[in-house]
């Protein structure tokens, strides 16, 4: 490991999404649209949450912190990406390369965790609705997300602490659209194979981890809900039918990518775009549309602002 500091790569080539200029062409207006989406879309529910004192619930405080964190973790590789389909040489330097590396474990990391926060809170409204005001404080859901970044920087941290030392001195070329540790590690100059599947059960260890507390969560939810009155259930199994689509989007293709052993160049490349890109486009969707609380705060929302319009 030694060698880690005689590294004589001083940059990577990304090889993108595809060759094709015109694929290139099309995927840059494409991408370019849904980062502002995905931008807008999370921005305008923060904003919402916080302005509007309906809202101002932990369930709520929740969301806002998961649209923070899918709009942070979107912005680590796409306007890179998007950028890219206009350069010939798609380069990243090995710094740039490592702070992807960081930034997409420590906010992916934090983000499971986060989303096992938000099935706890539905546990505990669900199952033991009496209890929570009590377990679900401001304080409590505070020290909860803040433990979620912590886990998440930890996991991150643990990453790096062997990505930065591995010596690099031959081959630069990353076949994705961002560095990720599984392309990093193949490019180092010793017998990275054992190193891989280590690293790999890192992440996976994490991921599957938090999958199984979801599982756990969410069963215990469901048997619950099936014995609540009619019109309770009813709401229940709403808000908890968008947690689950947004837990099966996100680690889905986290899993796919972590704990499955086959290699499969655009399988993977679509995976990761899916978890880069469609999924923070597609959870301020989902909520929106299928949470009456969120639609009603949009109709006095869009009220407000055409109150203060006709004032103008």
């Known amino acids: 490991m030694d060698k880690g500091n005689l590294s004589i790569v001083s940059e990577f080539v990304l090889l993108g999404l595809c060759h094709s200029w015109n694929m290139q062409v099309l995927f840059l207006i494409i991408f370019f649209m849904l980062y502002l989406i995905i931008v807008s879309g999370n921005v305008f529910i923060m904003i919402l949450i916080i302005t509007d004192s309906h ?59 986060l989303l096992v926060v938000m099935a706890y809170d539905r546990y505990v409204a669900i199952c033991k609705p009496l209890h929570y005001s009590a377990m679900m404080s401001l ?11 912590s886990i998440g920087f930890v996991h991150a941290m643990s990453q790096m602490a062997v990505i930065v030392q591995l010596p690099f001195c031959g081959p630069r070329e990353i076949d994705s659209f961002f560095c990720d540790i599984p392309l990093v590690i193949k490019l180092a100059c010793i017998d990275s194979y054992s190193l891989g599947i280590l690293m790999n059960a890192d992440s996976g260890v994490l991921a599957m981890t938090c999958f199984i507390l979801l599982l756990i969560s969410y069963t215990y939810i469901l048997l619950t809900i099936r014995q609540s009155t009619k019109t ?9 039918t968008a947690h689950i689509t947004v837990v099966v989007l996100f680690f889905g293709p986290c899993i796919f990518i972590y704990v499955w052993p086959l290699s499969i160049t655009w399988v993977d490349k679509f995976l990761a775009v899916f978890y880069s890109v469609i999924t923070p486009l597609l959870n301020p969707a989902i909520y929106t549309l299928r949470n009456k609380e969120i639609k009603d705060a949009m109709k006095r929302f869009r009220s407000y602002c055409m109150h203060y319009k006709g004032n103008i």
């Not at 304080?139 to 970044?149: D, F």
């Not at 309770?232 to 908890?240: D, I, N, P, R």
């Open 55 to 113: 809202l101002h619930s932990p369930m709520y405080f929740l969301l806002a912190n998961l649209s923070f964190v899918d709009m942070w973790l979107s912005s680590v590789t796409t306007p890179k990406m998007i950028t890219d389909f206009l350069r010939e040489n798609k380069t990243i330097s090995f710094g740039g390369c490592m702070c992807q590396i960081l930034y997409v474990h420590f906010v992916g990391g934090g983000e499971m965790v």
């Open 139 to 149: 304080q409590k859901c505070t020290s909860l997300v803040v433990t979620s970044w």
């Open 232 to 240: 309770g259930a009813s709401k229940a199994l709403s808000t908890c």
